[in-house]
């Protein structure tokens, strides 16, 4: 039988078909996700963007008042980056980033004008979160949705086109098989947005679906929490979802009722490749034994099908993980999908 490469094996998943499932672990390190899976994500965040969750964003809340902040927020006073620049900013991340390996299907990772939203109200580290290098938001902007609908589309609007321009450029690499991007608007209980709001992000993530697959490219979206309620619409837009983050897995009690639940996705979806099966929560626990791991993974496999399934990690590693803390998990899972 000719051996297919990691780049035909995932397009053939995007057309139905299957030879074997492929794997994507989603590392954050384009070299090393190419030694240990058949995906390599391309990082197209950008520079302008790039300290909002570090220094605070341009429309951080500095006082208590948030009707009074709503009301002063100035969209056009930050100095928002040339679309050009974005456009030639994706066009080097993209052609740095495919040198590695040539064999690999290579997906570009964008994040979405909600995620950068967010973070653009974001007040910055606290002294705790520089010691531990961590950073955060406090969900300003989905208060602003509320108080200020008409300025919160501004702000969402003016991302929204930043992203777009990107995607665009993305897509219309020879390299770049597919784009996801990376747009959380729900937790476990649906959407954290004002439900007004929330058509307008699908809305605009709907847009940028259609700038993609009208490039020829296949169009991918990462949105954690439970999306269940929006999957008709985002369904018929995405040709694949990521990472399906329905509800907790953290342990393995719950990663195998997480499991299960997964058919019910797959019934709405039959169509729609589905990038999960790795919940991070599991792999980055010394508790948690490799051939339970496998376990989870083969439950996933039973609900879902072979068909339309890369197997993926659900997030990046938690921070102070590095590879050689899982390694042997990862190892084992290549082990277990290559003798299926």
């Excluded at 008709?232 to 040709?239: A, C, K, P, S, T």
Aim: hydrophobic fraction near 40%; proline fraction near 4%; charge should be neutral.
């Amino acid at each position: 039988m000719v051996s297919l490469s990691s780049r035909e094996l995932v397009l053939e998943v995007f057309r139905g078909k299957i030879t074997r499932i492929p794997i994507y672990f989603w590392l954050g390190d384009p070299v090393q996700e190419a030694k240990v899976g058949d995906i390599v994500g391309v990082r197209c965040w950008f520079e302008a963007f790039a300290n909002f969750l570090y220094d605070g964003g341009p429309f951080k809340r500095t006082e208590s008042n948030y009707h009074k902040w709503g009301e002063q927020l100035s969209v056009e006073s930050y100095d928002w980056p040339d679309l050009n620049s974005v456009r030639l900013e994706v066009d080097q991340k993209i052609k740095e980033t495919v040198k590695i390996n040539k064999g690999r299907s290579f997906q570009a990772e964008i994040l979405g004008p909600t995620e950068y939203s967010e973070y653009s109200c974001s007040p910055g580290q606290t002294e705790t979160g520089k010691r531990l290098d961590q950073v955060y938001h406090r969900f300003d902007f989905a208060v602003l949705t509320k108080l200020n609908p008409n300025k919160a589309k501004q702000v969402h609007g003016k991302f929204f086109r930043v992203v777009l321009a990107a995607a665009e450029e993305a897509a219309e690499q020879e390299a770049i098989d597919s784009v996801r991007i990376a747009d959380d608007f729900c937790y476990y209980r649906g959407s954290i947005y004002d439900p007004q709001f929330t058509k307008v992000i699908i809305k605009r993530q709907a847009e940028l679906a259609k700038a993609i697959k009208g490039r020829g490219k296949y169009a991918v979206l990462h949105a954690d929490g439970n999306i269940i309620p929006y999957l008709d619409h985002l369904g018929r837009e995405f040709d694949g979802l990521h990472p399906l983050d329905i509800c907790p897995k953290s342990t393995l009690q719950n990663a195998f009722a997480w499991a299960s639940k997964l058919r019910e996705v797959r019934e709405l979806l039959p169509e729609t490749v589905f990038f999960t099966g790795i919940p991070i929560d599991l792999l980055c626990n010394k508790q948690v034994r490799a051939d339970d791991l496998i376990e989870v993974i083969k439950q996933v496999i039973s609900n879902v099908g072979h068909r339309r399934l890369v197997l993926t990690t659900t997030h990046r590693p938690y921070p102070g993980w590095i590879f050689e803390d899982f390694k042997e998990k990862v190892w084992a899972i290549n082990n277990y999908i290559k003798n299926m």
